[in-house]
């Protein structure tokens, strides 16, 4: 193989990877300003601020209800063998507002 077909293969591969970098992640609003810049949401689907009083609660125990003791033993597993939950968990209440 010749030093010309060496540099092209070279360079085709820097080319590839490349090709495979990861741009900056963007927040959502820049997102929305970009893709719908000329774009104006109607009135009636505009979000609207709720008070807590306004929000319904959810039971924590909501899978529960279905009476599946095979369903409780999963979750309960899912619970216990994934690190991330243990992790972020007791974070939870103190997002809440």
């Known amino acids: 193989m010749n030093v010309f077909h060496q540099a092209a293969l070279y360079l085709l591969g820097a080319i590839a990877l490349s090709a495979c970098t990861i741009s900056p992640l963007q927040k959502n609003k820049e997102l929305v300003n970009k893709s719908l810049?000329?774009?104006?949401?109607?009135?009636q689907f505009q979000a609207v601020k709720v008070s807590d009083k306004d929000v319904a609660r959810v039971d924590d125990a909501w899978l529960k209800q279905f009476n599946d003791p095979e369903l409780n033993a999963l979750v309960l597993e899912a619970l216990q063998n994934n690190p991330s939950i243990q992790i972020i968990a007791p974070d939870v209440p103190s997002q809440r507002p």
């Open 37 to 43: 810049s000329s774009t104006t949401i109607p009135e």
